[in-house]
Nanobody, 118 residues
């Protein structure tokens, strides 16, 4: 299984910010079609938070994070970031990086815990 290296989770108070980073460090992934972030809160299903498409560099966000989160690609196209501002307790969960390559294969990174609490 190709490796996606995720970093940047942690604990933050409401209103704070965090930035997540995912590097698709395995050349076997090949050309990347989309990169995305998902999250899973306790006792809830995993949900897509944000996605960026290599073609046209278009982005989409879950309604709950619009205006607060920004997904972007690094200068190295195998890197994706999630800048999370104005964090709320409901943003707490395990965040996962997801990559789809040009052949439709899916890859998942290890989760990183984000906790927003007073």
């Amino acid at each position: 299984q190709a490796q996606l290296v995720v970093s940047g989770g942690g604990f933050v108070q409401p209103g704070g910010s965090l930035r997540l980073t995912c590097v698709a460090s395995d050349d076997s992934i090949g050309r990347i079609s989309t990169m995305a972030w998902y999250r899973q809160a306790p006792q809830r299903q995993r949900e897509e938070v944000a996605r960026i498409f290599s073609r046209h560099d278009s982005k989409k966000y879950a309604d709950s994070v619009k205006g607060r989160f920004t997904i972007s690609r690094g200068n190295e196209t195998d890197t994706v970031y999630l800048q999370m501002n104005s964090l709320e307790p409901n943003d707490t969960g395990i965040y996962y990086c997801h990559v789809v390559n040009a052949w439709g294969l899916h890859y998942w990174g290890q989760g990183t815990q984000v906790t927003v609490a007073s």
